[in-house]
């Protein structure tokens, strides 16, 4: 006699095929997103720097606008309008300073191209004279000069991302005294809109801050670094001190690189294994000084990132966008911390997020990232 099977797991079964096609959707989902990621990467890189420069100059403008001149208050369209002007005028100015010092890097390189495969295999000396002609002979077979073309075309395309940048930033001061009402009527709930407009300012305020750290520790050591390349008598001075400036805003490895840069340079014109260890060794005092001891003690509360979650948010982006993405992984991970902090789902991503386990409560929403580090130098 035949029977029917039995259906007791029937149910079971349907939880396993649920969760079974969530996760293939989510897989889509990711592949999907990171597809857009790479084919859009121009435009979406543009747009997130626009974003930033648009929330770092929006509190100002609520600023201007509540002045007086006499009985007159300074209309917000005039604020936005001269906002929108110092922006374009600084970033015509950084893209000129910044293709002139890769015109005179590019045009230096190619006057120590024959001296630069001799000097690097110098460095090699210890390792045996085999090993030291294999790297000679490896530096030689570089084609430096198609190397230097592909990095004189991806300079040039910064003109551009300039312009894309400056269009973005106008259209967002257009649409910034709507975004409340907007906001309200998307949620359609205004306490709830009040809250994520507060998760938002949360946010600003704390990709703000730590832009303002590290322009000013930035800032701090291309200066310094400036003043040993010229007392060291470095042709590419000034262009070594602004490179430092720019790689310091990549977390980590800029610093680095910056710092082994220098170093090269100093070997390949002097020449002197001396002075290119003193030259290399004043670089990493400087770079650790200002990286490790005074950057983390500005920063406080206010951004206690996990550093291996840095490490791969810097992989991450510079995989999927390249060097700006690198730029950009740190202010990309402030945004996933306080987002992951207040949704309930996501709290346990803001905990491995978070340098100490602890991220962003309900009330630190109210508090700007100096308040944080007033605490903690109170604490201390």
């Not at 295999?121 to 030689?140: C, H, K, V, Y």
Request: charged residues 15%; glycine residues 6%.
């Amino acid at each position: 006699m035949l029977h029917d099977p039995p259906k007791a797991n029937s149910p079971e079964r349907r939880s396993d095929v649920a969760r079974l096609q969530t996760g293939a959707l989510v897989i889509i989902a990711f592949a999907v997103v990171l597809f857009l990621l790479v084919q859009a990467r121009f435009i979406l890189i543009s747009l997130a720097t626009a974003i930033i420069l648009f929330s770092l100059t929006s509190d100002v403008i609520s600023f201007i606008a509540r002045q007086r001149i006499g009985p007159f208050r300074i209309p917000n369209t005039l604020a936005s309008i001269a906002a929108m002007v110092l922006i374009s005028a600084a970033l015509l100015t950084l893209t000129s300073i910044l293709l002139a010092q890769v015109n005179t890097v590019l045009v230096t390189t190619l006057s120590y191209t024959e001296q630069a495969p001799s000097a690097i295999a110098s460095l090699f000396t210890w390792l045996g004279p085999d090993s030291e002609q294999a790297i000679f002979n490896a530096m030689r077979s570089f084609d430096v000069s198609s190397y230097l073309r592909t990095a004189a075309g991806q300079a040039s395309g910064m003109t551009q991302a300039t312009v894309l940048i400056i269009l973005f930033v106008g259209f967002l001061f257009a649409e910034r005294i709507w975004f409340e009402t907007k906001l309200q009527n998307f949620v359609g709930d205004p306490e709830q809109a009040k809250r994520i407009g507060k998760i938002i300012q949360s946010i600003i305020h704390r990709v703000n801050y730590y832009l303002l750290v590290k322009t000013v520790i930035s800032l701090v050591t291309g200066a310094m670094i400036y003043v040993v390349a010229r007392f060291f008598e470095l042709e590419l001075a000034a262009a070594i001190g602004i490179i430092t400036f720019v790689l310091n805003f990549i977390p980590n490895i800029g610093s680095i690189v910056a710092t082994a840069l220098i170093a090269l340079i100093a070997h390949v014109q002097l020449g002197d294994p001396a002075t290119t260890a003193m030259i290399f060794t004043i670089a990493g005092i400087i770079q650790f000084v200002n990286g490790s001891v005074i950057d983390p003690m500005l920063m406080g509360r206010a951004l206690r990132l996990s550093s291996f979650g840095i490490i791969l948010s810097l992989a991450f982006w510079g995989a999927v966008w390249g060097i700006p993405g690198m730029f950009l992984s740190v202010p990309i991970m402030v945004m996933l911390l306080v987002v992951c902090s207040h949704v309930p789902g996501l709290r346990p991503f803001a905990i491995l997020l978070s340098r100490e386990g602890l991220p962003e409560s309900e009330r630190m929403l109210d508090q700007a990232p100096r308040d944080l580090l007033m605490q903690d130098q109170y604490k201390d």
